[in-house]
């Protein structure tokens, strides 16, 4: 049973594709923790807001930062897809 | 002249000394051995340069210690001070680190090269290390032919050692039959003439052979067979520390003038220690015998004596130094200044980086954004408006209204003035730069180029928008100036935009914020649209103004997503790593189109 695991671990060590894969997902989900804080600091912002303009701005970056957050994680999804591929 | 002689007069000599002597024979196949042992040392560590070398450099220009260690660490480790000192000269070169942190490796770098006499004499003449080198070819030269990098870096490791002791058995077989013939110390020089003297072949030797280490290894060898004496092997290893600099000012004649700066500290470093050396050597000599007594080296061995000494004449040359430093820049930044330089000249490419992957990945970066430096003003002159106002904190509606005087700009001429030259540079630069690089890499070094191209459409697109803006924003048709400043405004605000988070480039969701501009500048895309139906029903602007006028938007949507698209790519300070993941995540035409259908009240609020 180790040495099954061993020879498991060896040939996704090996496997270069499956290597980036690995290095790609680690760096977008940095990227993303960041994103997830920066929509938190605008969704506080909005509440503070003190006038529509502000609002309406700030809105805006938060619609936005949403949708990359979601592009991301469609991202994150379909990386774990192919792993299991 | 004498660079025509030279190779034609060094392969007679050699000849020569072949015919006369097969034990010459030996002893040269040894050097040329050793000397291919440490190319492929350098060509496998150049395979691990792809992040953490460059990592390790980053965290050392803090604080002078961290420097002095790296060079001692990194020179221990790979055993090669001139790989050092030609990385350090391309980071400086790129602007990745201060010339104090430069030369704090390069008196580190001086350091840990001594321990490389410690090594041959402690070790490479005690065992019998043919033995240890046989294996470590076969295994080094099979791991070469492996297809991925690391292995392939390990391999020319593994056989660079391999060479490397191999170079050196042979260097002191051929020795030890060299005794029986001739005996060399029958020309050996005592007194101050022997020293000079010596000083000179070892200096001439290591010019010739490019490396310290090697001749360091054949003086040690051959004090070890007795063929030179203590006395003028010391002289020999001053020589071959003064003649180490050569590589270092090869290295930097194509670099930039900290790099230069950087290669004459090495040269006074090592200029410094010799004649300190030279002037005590008898001194130097007792101290060595104390020191050796205290270390437990035996009276008559001499080899490790030489090592001591290396170390010792190296040590005082950095206690000497080492106070001088900030004195030795100060004296460089005089000394040396960067030649007059244009807007369009290249500051960051260097020959010497080329071969470094991720050197030459931030180098093309920085010289990316000195090209839109320049482009900035071109796109802001070609808007009527002044850099420094778009930079500023000033509203930008305030600058718009006093630009009056700002006189308009041939944007053609700048064009191939500042950018033309610069962006050529660069292309053919990430041309011979892809050749070391990995897939990832090429991915990352044609981002850049793309955002180079991005900069020069961004540019030829504010050429098509200047000619009616130049007519149409003092109008006395009120409608239309307001238009056309609107446009300016917009443009002005992406500018500025850019330039905010280009100064928070660590923070990833800085960077995608630039996405922002982008649908701000499509909605007003729209939004134009929506009102231009009713300026043109209303008689407040003709049929050809309004043509003019989509068309103008067009092109002020093209700059803003090229600039974007540019800053995206160029602002992120992060790995390569980061900025590609950030890249992913930038919202691409279809997704923004869809954003804006899901936000319908950013096109009416649009003024």
């Known amino acids: ?85 | 002249m004498i660079r025509k002689i030279l190779l034609p007069t060094i392969f007679a000599i050699l000849a020569y000394g072949f015919w006369v002597s097969p034990d010459f024979k030996i002893i040269a196949a040894g050097v040329a051995i050793f000397l291919f042992g440490m190319l492929s040392l350098e060509e496998g560590f150049k395979a691990f340069t792809g992040g953490l070398l460059e990592n390790l450099l980053r965290r050392t220009t803090d604080r002078l210690w961290k420097s002095l260690s790296f060079g001692v660490v990194t020179t221990t480790v790979m055993q090669s001070s001139s790989l050092v000192s030609v990385i350090t000269i391309s980071f400086l070169s790129a602007g990745l680190i201060p010339l104090i942190a430069g030369i704090g490796i390069i008196f580190g770098a001086n350091l840990g090269t001594t321990t490389g006499a410690w090594l041959v004499a402690g070790f490479g003449l005690k065992v019998n290390i043919a033995s240890y080198a046989m294996p470590m070819v076969v295994f080094g030269v099979i791991l070469i032919f492996q297809k991925t990098k690391e292995l392939k870096g390990i391999g020319y490791v593994l056989a660079g050692l391999g060479f490397l002791f191999l170079g050196i058995h042979y260097m002191k077989e051929g020795f030890d039959a060299f005794k029986s013939t001739i005996d060399l110390t029958a020309y050996a020089v005592s007194g101050y003439a022997g020293v000079l003297l010596f000083t000179l072949i070892g200096l001439v030797a290591t010019v010739i052979m490019q490396s310290s280490h090697a001749t360091l290894v054949l003086i040690i060898t051959a004090l070890a067979a007795q063929q030179i004496t203590y006395e003028n092997a010391l002289a020999l290893a001053i020589g071959a520390n003064l003649g180490t600099t050569i590589t270092a000012i090869i290295g930097s004649l194509s670099s930039n003038v900290d790099g230069r700066r950087l290669a004459v500290a090495h040269l006074i470093f090592n200029l410094t220690t010799a004649i300190v050396a030279i002037a005590l050597i008898f001194q130097l000599t007792r101290g060595v015998d104390t020191i050796s007594h205290w270390l437990g080296i035996a009276d008559d061995d001499y080899t490790l004596k030489l090592a001591v000494f290396h170390t010792v004449f190296n040590t005082i040359g950095v206690l000497i130094m080492l106070p001088l430093i900030n004195t030795l820049v100060k004296f460089l930044q005089s000394a040396l200044h960067a030649k007059v330089r244009t807007m369009a000249q290249p500051r960051y490419l260097n020959v010497s980086s080329i071969s470094l992957a991720d050197t030459a990945l931030e180098a093309v970066r920085k010289e990316t954004l000195h090209l839109y430096d320049n482009a900035f003003d071109i796109i802001a002159g070609g808007l009527r408006l002044d850099p420094q106002a778009i930079r500023s904190e000033r509203p930008l509606a305030e600058a718009i209204d006093s630009s009056g005087r700002i006189r308009s700009i041939d944007i053609d001429e700048q064009y191939n003035l500042n950018v033309k030259s610069l962006y050529s540079e660069i292309i053919a630069y990430i041309s011979r730069a892809q050749a070391s690089m990995t897939p990832a890499q090429i991915d990352d070094l044609f981002a850049l180029r793309a955002a180079g191209k991005d900069v020069v459409e961004a540019i030829k697109d504010t050429k098509h928008l200047q000619k009616n803006l130049d007519i149409y924003r003092g109008s006395n048709n009120l409608s239309i100036a307001a238009e056309y400043n609107a446009i300016r405004l917009e443009l002005a605000t992406v500018l500025r935009g850019l330039e905010r988070v280009r100064e928070r480039g660590d923070d990833s969701a800085e960077v995608l914020s630039l996405d922002e501009l982008k649908v701000e500048m499509k909605a007003n895309d729209k939004g134009l649209l929506a009102r231009l139906d009713h300026l043109v029903r209303k008689d407040l602007i003709s049929a050809q103004m309004a043509t003019s006028l989509i068309n103008d938007s067009g092109y002020a949507y093209h700059v803003t997503k090229n600039l974007v698209k540019m800053g995206e790519v160029l602002f992120s300070s992060g790995d390569s790593g980061i900025r590609s993941a950030e890249r992913s995540l930038a919202l691409d035409a279809d997704e923004m189109e869809q954003l804006l259908a899901e936000s319908p009240a950013d096109i009416e609020e649009t003024p």
Not at chain 1, 20 to 44: C, G, I, N
């Open chain 1, 1 to 85: 049973m180790k040495l099954k695991k061993l020879i498991k671990k060896a040939e996704a060590f090996l496997d270069s594709e499956e290597r980036d894969r690995k290095e790609k997902k680690k760096y977008l989900k940095q990227v993303l923790r960041k994103l997830s804080k920066h929509e938190k600091r605008l969704k506080a912002r909005l509440e503070d807001a003190a006038n529509e303009e502000e609002k309406a701005r700030l809105e805006k970056k938060l619609t936005l930062t949403h949708a990359q957050r979601k592009k991301g994680v469609r991202l994150l999804s379909e990386m774990a897809e192919q792993s299991k591929d």
